[in-house]
């Protein structure tokens, strides 16, 4: 079936080996700058399952992969609003100088140019940053892109990600929240919306949010995890996702 492939992979867990699944923080963003081509071919290259990346739209309805809704703190500090610039002005900054000079010269991609980094297999998650008017853009690309079976999507904002999941049925979605109780109350809609799970803040996991959610047959994930003993101690309560700036060093660390 066109749709059964590498996140349906990705998703279903192996209880019985207890595999962890390691997501590159906008990429290998601990070597490399963030949400940028350079930081998703690391992370691929140093065998991360996934890349997690941020998306904001252009005002030429560009869909731009980047984590802030302005360019200050990433491209040497041009402050341009992303939803305010055309496309065209935002590529011709640099948004890899400020991390190392080797860097320099990084544009910030379009959505089309980290889809097509992805290898057989991976998983690219792609959290929307903006609001549901990114949506039929997003449809626009994926109407001619090859890698949507490798695609899930995550987002803080519920009527979005909600919406995303209406607009791509098969593929996976999660919501994002940094609160235990919200989560709590929140997985009986979170099971009704057709969502995978929720994508948590690691320090608002414990027992009893995780085994709440596998009993509605929920996944839960935890962000942002760069600490071997808080990976451990999540895996120990279930927690198999772990979104982490240092996808190849953990998994060193935790040994699986």
């Not at 140019?113 to 997003?138: F, N, S």
């Not at 919501?175 to 948590?200: F, H, T, Y």
Request: proline letters at 3%; hydrophobic letters at 45%.
């Amino acid at each position: 079936m066109r749709f059964m492939s590498a996140f349906l992979l990705f998703m279903a867990v192996n209880v019985l080996q207890a595999q962890n699944y390691y997501v590159a923080h906008r990429g290998a963003s601990f070597d490399a700058p963030e949400n940028t081509v350079a930081a998703a071919r690391l992370a691929w290259e140093n065998g991360a399952d996934a890349v997690e990346i941020d998306i904001h739209l252009a005002a030429d309805n560009r869909v731009m992969v980047i984590h802030d809704k302005d360019t200050h703190r990433t491209c040497g500090g041009k402050n341009l609003t992303i939803k305010n610039t055309p496309s065209l002005l935002l590529r011709d900054l640099d948004a890899g100088g400020w991390k190392e000079e080797r860097f320099k010269g990084e544009k910030i991609p379009f959505l089309e140019e980290i889809l097509a980094t992805i290898p057989d297999g991976k998983t690219l998650v792609v959290e929307i940053k903006c609001d549901k008017e990114v949506i039929p853009h997003l449809t626009r690309i994926f109407s001619k892109e090859k890698h949507l079976g490798q695609v899930a999507f995550i987002g803080f904002d519920w009527e979005t990600i909600v919406e995303v999941k209406k607009s791509f049925p098969h593929n996976m979605a999660l919501w994002l929240s940094g609160s235990r109780q919200a989560a709590l109350k929140k997985l009986d809609e979170v099971k009704a919306a057709g969502l995978a799970g929720i994508n948590m803040q690691y320090s608002a996991i414990d027992q009893e949010l995780v085994t709440a959610a596998r009993e509605k047959g929920l996944e839960v994930w935890a962000w942002t995890v760069d600490n071997p003993e808080e990976a451990k101690r999540l895996s120990s309560v279930g927690v198999t996702h772990f979104t982490t700036n240092r996808p190849a060093w953990l998994k060193e660390q935790v040994g699986n």
